[in-house]
């Protein structure tokens, strides 16, 4: 903890994502209505209406409320789908790398099927496939996106498991679940949690993509959605793509930041040369 | 009259006048050397006012523990301490001048040429990528030395001389070709490259076995006496400060304890700690009594019958290597009874634990445990008979889990099979005592502790399982003489007053001597010699074992007239 607070990267990381958490917790507070209402002239300037400091796009529909509530949407899917990836790699690393033999060329060999998709595309695909919505898009994110943790998880299984202290546990006559999830599990967690962060801004990138392209859920407000719809405005309100451009960078920056710290601040090697 | 003033002044410097080095001057003399650890450390200084001589022709052994600072003045004269870590006063003086004034070029001039080093690991000091030829050749190449066509001849004289069989098709082979003692040979050629006149040696045989390491021994008395060069020799082993100390040094915590001639150290011990070293150096048992404990006619616990482990490497396109690591084993066991099984690396001891407590698939044979074989049994099966067999591993870093709490770590397994968490947790608090931890050991983590005392808990996770056989594997090896004689004899009370069968794997003769009732040579994967410890030590009948027996280091000397002979004379 001493680590990451000392790492300045981090702690300015931490800040901003807190700031976007603020941001997407007190949305409604800002506009009780749904920003997909019009509520005011299209195409209003920035910094020109109090009530609308970003402005209005061009169905007069409020930039800031876009933001925020755009912002929910952006870390839910990012974490959800996240969630779900580490969860399923986790699994099928764990298996893969604890029994070894035909069990593990099986998952490995399932793994490198899906490595060998380029990931944007076969996200466009499954979402395609299921209709746009909040569940199918996690699910293609998290579909496209466990792969590494798999492999991850199975290459620490495959070194703890050599340890002594596993082989302790299964002289003891513990049971091989058992085993997986409370001896070595908590021994390869700082990796997964590093890898994770760090999928979490992929995600919420990917997110943005589909949006951009026409994939979002079309109940949601979304930033890649926002810099879709302004992109023919492009010439007239540039900065109408600006501001959800600059929401993307932010987040995604902030928790990258923090990926950088935590792997930092759990990597043994780093730790003399920190202090 | 100089010279006689010369020769008094030496005199004062050097108290053991009987010493015929003490005449000439010191080849390195250090002189109230301090290095300061950063703080927040467990001492304030990593070595403190620390002052030896070197001489020409002479051994001299740094002896001491982990930790005492042994490795760190051998690191300051070659200039290999970590930035973190600055001699704060003293001097290095070789040949009278001063190294730690030194610049940074004049000390890489001297590296190789005058002061060699050769390392404890000869497995990673050796670059993978290069041949033998050319890390030898790159030596004289950066100091210039024996250009044009000399220089291959020099390296083929240097591998001939380190006694390397075939040195010019040596030149050309990959270190992974060689095995560990022949990687040392190597390094001890590069070492000599250039005729240095003070070599370090910084634990260069603890890595190697037992047989190899009386040759390395050998080679390095040989090379001192033919080419008359100074040798510092660090090492945590006594046997080996027998074999071939001219005079040793004894550190504790940083501090120089004691120094002189080898054979006063060893002989008779002065101070206090190197007193309590020599004390817990292992020997051969002085008590027949020891071997009532276990009762001939009991029938026994544990019978292996014909036992085969075989390990084949190579897949579809190379070639096949088929390794027999057990072959055809057989030996038998009885309640409250020590069967040692000794070897070099690679003579299967380890994997004969490995395939009794099922961690590795057998490919032929019986394991008659308590009347049943349980070679077959599946692994569901056999678990919860697992609690029957326990084992102790050899690395007390790693056998512990670091997330778990020490009363975590021992009520784990039993929980594992059974008993309640209330009723676990009270004999974890026991055997804690038992193993003479204090109970607050309970809620604290492994990294808490030092490699004894998690050698310990380790005994205690093993006990907590109530076995009726005990495998530990090379179980004290990582561990210092004198925690290692400690973890011994409570190995052996807990043992007894439990009536356990204790298998004890180790390469270490001192150690298998002290412990076991009886004991099993192996070599490649097969039993050579079979018998109690006083027959196999005494008249060893295999080649093999009289050939292991031989290389023991320090056989001649006998640390317990040192201790006795000490004891009656401050009585």
């Given amino acids: 903890m001493h680590r990451f607070a000392a790492n300045r990267g981090a702690v ?38 109090h009530a609308y400091p970003l402005g209005t796009d061009m169905l007069g529909r409020d930039i800031t409320a876009g933001l925020l509530y755009g912002a929910r949407v952006s870390l839910m899917i990012g974490m959800l789908s996240t969630l779900a990836a580490v969860v399923f790699g986790i699994a099928v690393g764990a298996v893969a790398g604890y029994n070894g033999g035909w069990v593990d060329d099986l998952l490995m060999r399932c793994t490198e099927f ?85 999928m979490t801004a992929t995600a919420i990138l990917t997110e943005s993509a589909l949006s951009f392209l026409g994939l979002g859920d079309r109940n949601l407000m979304s930033w890649g959605y926002m810099i879709g719809a302004s992109r023919t405005m492009l010439r007239e309100a540039p900065l109408m793509s600006l501001w959800p451009g600059l929401a993307i960078m932010l ?18 090697q780093l730790r003399k040369r920190g202090t | 009259m100089p010279s006689i003033r010369n020769y008094v002044s030496v005199e004062l410097n050097h108290p053991m006048s009987n010493d015929t080095n003490t005449r000439t001057e010191p080849l390195l003399a250090i002189r109230n050397l301090s290095i300061a650890l950063p703080k927040g450390g467990d001492r304030a200084y990593a070595l403190h006012d620390l002052s030896y001589d070197i001489h020409a022709g002479e051994i001299l052994c740094i002896v001491g523990e982990s930790g005492s600072g042994k490795s760190m003045s051998a690191n300051a004269i070659i200039g290999l301490l970590p930035d973190y870590l600055r001699p704060e006063q003293g001097q290095i003086l070789f040949n009278g001048c001063d190294l730690l004034k030194q610049p940074e070029e004049v000390l890489r001039g001297m590296r190789g040429q005058d002061i060699a080093m050769i390392f404890q690991e000869p497995l990673s000091a050796l670059n993978p990528l290069l041949t ?28 001939n001389f380190v006694g390397l069989p075939d040195p010019a098709a040596l030149c050309h082979a990959w270190p992974f070709r060689l095995s560990g003692g022949q990687r040392q040979r190597v390094m001890i050629a590069m070492a000599l490259a250039l005729e240095p006149k003070l070599l370090i040696a910084d634990e260069p045989t603890t890595a190697l076995d037992v047989t190899t390491q009386a040759q390395i021994l050998e080679l390095i008395v040989r090379i001192q006496r033919e080419k008359g060069m100074g040798v510092m020799f ?69 019978q292996v019958e014909n036992l085969r482990k075989t390990y084949i490497s190579g897949g579809l396109f190379g070639k096949r290597r088929v390794v027999h690591a057990v072959d055809d084993v057989s030996f038998s066991i009885r309640r409250g009874e020590t069967l040692g099984i000794v070897g070099g690396s690679g003579s299967g001891k380890s994997t004969i634990g490995k395939c009794l407590l099922k961690l590795t698939r057998i490919d032929g044979g019986r394991m008659l445990f308590d009347g049943e074989d349980i ?25 512990l889990n ?48 030092s490699g004894g005392q998690r050698q310990r808990i380790g005994i205690a996770r093993a006990l907590a399982m109530e076995p009726q056989l005990i495998v530990a594997d090379e179980a004290v090896s990582a561990l210092d003489v004198s925690v290692q004689a400690q973890v011994l004899r409570l190995l052996r009370e807990v043992q007894q007053r439990l009536r356990i069968a204790l298998i004890f794997i180790t390469h270490d003769l001192h ?5 076991c009732d009886s004991l099993l040579v192996m070599q490649r994967g097969r039993v050579v010699e079979q018998g109690p410890p006083a027959q196999i030590f005494d008249a060893p009948r295999d080649p093999y074992t009289q050939q292991l027996i031989a290389s023991m280091p320090g056989r001649d000397w006998d640390p317990v007239a040192a201790i006795a002979e000490d004891a009656t004379r401050h009585v």
């Fill in chain 2, 234 to 302: 660090v090492t945590h082993d006594f046997g080996v400060v027998a074999e071939i100390a001219d005079r040793v040094a004894v550190m504790e915590k940083g501090l120089l304890v004691e120094q002189g001639t080898a054979q006063q150290v060893l002989n008779r011990p002065r101070h206090p700690y190197t007193r309590r070293l020599i004390a817990a150096v292992p020997r051969h048992r002085h008590d027949p009594g020891a071997a009532l404990y276990s009762v001939p006619h009991d029938k026994p616990l544990l």
């Fill in chain 2, 511 to 515: 150690v298998a001597a002290q412990i």
């Fill in chain 1, 251 to 268: 987040t995604v920056l902030a928790i990258n930041l923090i990926g950088e710290g935590l792997n930092d601040a759990f990597n043994p």
């Fill in chain 1, 114 to 198: 899906f490595q060998t998709i380029p990931q944007l595309a076969m996200a466009m695909v499954l979402v395609a496939i299921f209709k746009p919505s909040l569940y199918s898009i996690v699910g293609a994110i998290s579909m496209v996106s466990w792969p590494p943790v798999a492999r991850l998880v199975r290459s620490e299984f495959m070194s703890l498991k050599q340890r002594e202290f596993v082989q302790a546990a299964i002289v003891s006559g513990q049971t091989p679940a058992r085993i997986i999830v409370s001896q070595i599990l908590p021994n390869a967690a700082s990796p997964i949690i590093v890898t994770a962060s760090l």
């Fill in chain 2, 375 to 399: 070679a077959p049994l599946s692994e569901t099966q056999f678990r919860p008979k697992r609690q029957n067999i326990q084992m102790i591993f050899q690395d007390p870093f790693a056998s």
């Fill in chain 2, 132 to 159: 033998i030829g050319e890390q030898i050749t790159e030596v004289m190449r950066v100091h210039h030395a024996y250009p044009g066509a000399a220089r291959q001849q020099r390296v083929l004289d240097l591998l």
């Fill in chain 1, 12 to 49: 300015i990381g931490l800040i901003l994502l807190v700031l976007v958490l603020l941001c997407a917790s007190l949305a409604s507070l800002w506009s009780a209505q749904s920003p997909w209402a019009m509520v005011a002239q299209p195409l209003l300037a920035p910094f020109f209406d």
């Fill in chain 2, 402 to 449: 670091p997330r778990h709490t020490v009363g975590r770590i021992l009520c784990d397994g039993p929980m594992a099979n059974g008993v309640t968490r209330r009723l676990a947790e009270q004999r974890a608090r026991q055997l804690l005592q038992l193993v003479e931890m204090d109970a607050a050991a309970f809620d604290r983590y492994p990294g808490e502790f």
